[in-house]
């Protein structure tokens, strides 16, 4: 090999460097917050529905701007898009450590959700740009077991600072990662972009955005005020209406943001139905469990990082291993027989009751953290296969944002049904109050808010409350376990083989390891 070679070598692990600290740093922004929730309500109050957005809106920020971030990316090349979000993801860290009350945080962690879909977007399509088949498949499976690693002991490190040094520790640690990122990782990157960009899909952006918007906040405000709400059936016509918009004006532009003659393949829209399938089967768990073992089972945030770890730990292992044996198996098939895993563990889950030994958790969350590790690592890859390298960041942001805004919509969607499932599993208990009431409080029951739907309506006892939680969370999980199946099925019948037919367009390449 000459030095030539040698030192683009060096260049290309750098950009790897750096992307990996940034894969490890991410999933603290949305998991750590999610078991930091109670102490802000703690510390700064506010009621469950402002408190849910602290999670809610970064996941918004991030899956409604990660395609743009990829768009971005390919116009004004990755390392200064990387080098923005870096900055960006730093600095509104640090803010939101300084936040006075919840509704100035929950608007600060939008903003860093954003800042977050820039540097994800423009730091995987530069990987995605600098490695080509089986190497790119191994760097994409490390950039997954990254992410896995911050997955892994996120809760645990939100647990350890909350208890010593207080929630705002976790925003400062993300800030000084970030830090660390920009003066280690941003000026050892290359800078590359897509030469056939000739511009940003702006309407397509904007109409997308405006849609991811309106059908989370529809669905989110549902519970609350009522599905016959005006606003609630505007939000979501609204939202149909917008959808649509999006659809037109991306089959009018030449260079659109999203490709959708790419949705004529099959096995184009398995690859996007991947990461919806590991929203239900481990997103959601991970995001519902910390509110169950703090404000249901009475543990504090370090007993509940610890309780995660056989959720967690797997996602920091299997997926790098995950890339290495997908040279002799199908990436398909092992990605159907981990979803497979994964929904049985869910349904394990979902027959946990209320009150159970810590050990009952331990079986189902390794199943489910085990299963979805094993496409975690190779999703990315898949998704990059589809279209040429070039258009790396446009790959990237369809398949981020077919995994956040998956992520988000789920959430939302599970919420709802948790609400709904404890509205009917109180019953006539709610039919005595204001509606408005009745609403309130089943959505604090759903959101483990027992005390608080105590104080909304006294005569609903807390062991009936506690009673109507556990029957929610059960067919909640249920339905996720159902959803997680038949993913495993579609993904089993259409991603079995290696090797893709070949595409009848020049955009489409095979789909595989």
């Known amino acids: 090999m000459t030095d030539a070679s040698h030192a683009a070598a060096a260049g290309r692990h750098l950009v790897l460097a750096a992307v990996f600290l940034v894969a490890v740093t991410m999933p603290l922004s949305f998991t750590g917050p999610a078991v930091a929730t109670p102490a802000i309500g703690r510390d700064l109050g506010g009621d469950l529905a402002l408190l849910t957005w602290i999670v809610n809106g970064f996941m918004l920020a991030f899956g409604s701007t990660i395609m743009l971030g990829g768009a971005l990316a390919d116009q004004f090349g990755r390392k200064r898009m990387f080098r923005i ?17 919840v509704l100035i945080l929950d608007f600060l962690r939008a903003l860093q959700g954003i800042a977050a879909a820039i540097s994800i977007s423009a730091g995987f399509a530069a990987v995605a740009q600098d490695y080509e088949g089986a190497d790119r498949t191994r760097a994409l499976g490390l950039l997954g077991t990254g992410f896995g690693i911050g997955l892994a002991f996120g809760p645990l490190i939100t647990g350890a600072l909350i208890g010593a040094f207080g929630w705002r520790s ?60 005006t606003l609630v059936i505007t939000l979501l016509v609204g939202a149909a209406i917008l959808l649509i918009s999006f659809i037109a004006i991306e089959n009018l532009q030449t260079r659109p943001m999203l490709d959708l003659s790419l949705f004529r393949y099959a096995r184009f829209v398995s690859v996007q139905a991947l990461p919806v399938a590991v929203a239900y089967s481990f997103i959601v768990p991970f995001i519902l469990l910390p509110a169950r073992f703090i404000r249901i089972e009475g543990m504090n945030e370090l007993e509940v ?31 159907g027989l981990g979803l497979i895993v994964a929904g049985a563990g869910v349904l394990m889950l979902a027959f946990v009751p209320i009150g159970s030994a810590p050990t009952a ?20 890859d898949l ?11 446009m790959a990237t942001g369809i398949f981020g944002t077919m995994r956040v805004a998956g992520e988000t919509v789920a959430i939302a969607i599970v919420g709802a049904l948790m609400a709904a499932f404890v509205t009917g599993g109180l019953g006539a208990s709610l039919d005595t109050l204001p509606a408005d009431v ?17 104080t909304m309506a006294p005569s609903i006892g807390r062991a009936a409350a ?3 939680y556990g029957a929610a ?15 495993a099925l579609i993904t089993l019948v259409t991603l079995r083989s290696r090797k893709a037919k070949p595409a009848r367009e020049p955009i489409m390449l095979e789909i595989g390891a």
């Open 85 to 101: 979000g870096a900055i960006s993801f730093t600095l509104t860290s640090l803010a939101v450590a300084l936040a006075p009350n």
């Open 170 to 229: 976790l925003f400062v640690a993300t800030a000084l990662a970030g830090l660390l990122i920009l003066v280690v990782g941003v000026p050892r990157m290359r800078e590359t972009r897509d030469p056939g960009a000739i511009g940003i899909d702006r309407w397509g952006a904007a109409s997308f955005t405006a849609m991811l918007v309106a059908l989370t906040f529809g669905i989110i405000l549902g519970p609350d005020r009522g599905w016959d709400d």
């Open 438 to 454: 009745a609403n309130g409080v089943a959505s604090a029951v759903a959101g483990g808010g027992l005390d608080q739907a105590a």
């Open 466 to 468: 506690a009673e109507a």
């Open 361 to 380: 958790f331990i079986l189902p969350l390794f199943m489910i953290g085990a299963g979805a590790a094993l496409p975690w690592g190779l999703m990315d």
């Open 383 to 393: 998704a990059i296969s589809v279209v040429p390298t070039e258009r790396a960041g």
């Open 473 to 487: 969370f059960r067919s909640t999980m249920l339905i996720c376990s159902a959803i997680t199946f038949a993913a």
């Open 305 to 335: 990082g610890m309780m995660l770890l056989p959720l967690s730990l797997p996602i920091a292992t299997i997926p790098f291993v995950a890339a290495n044996i997908a040279r002799w198996i199908p990436s398909g098939i092992l990605a």
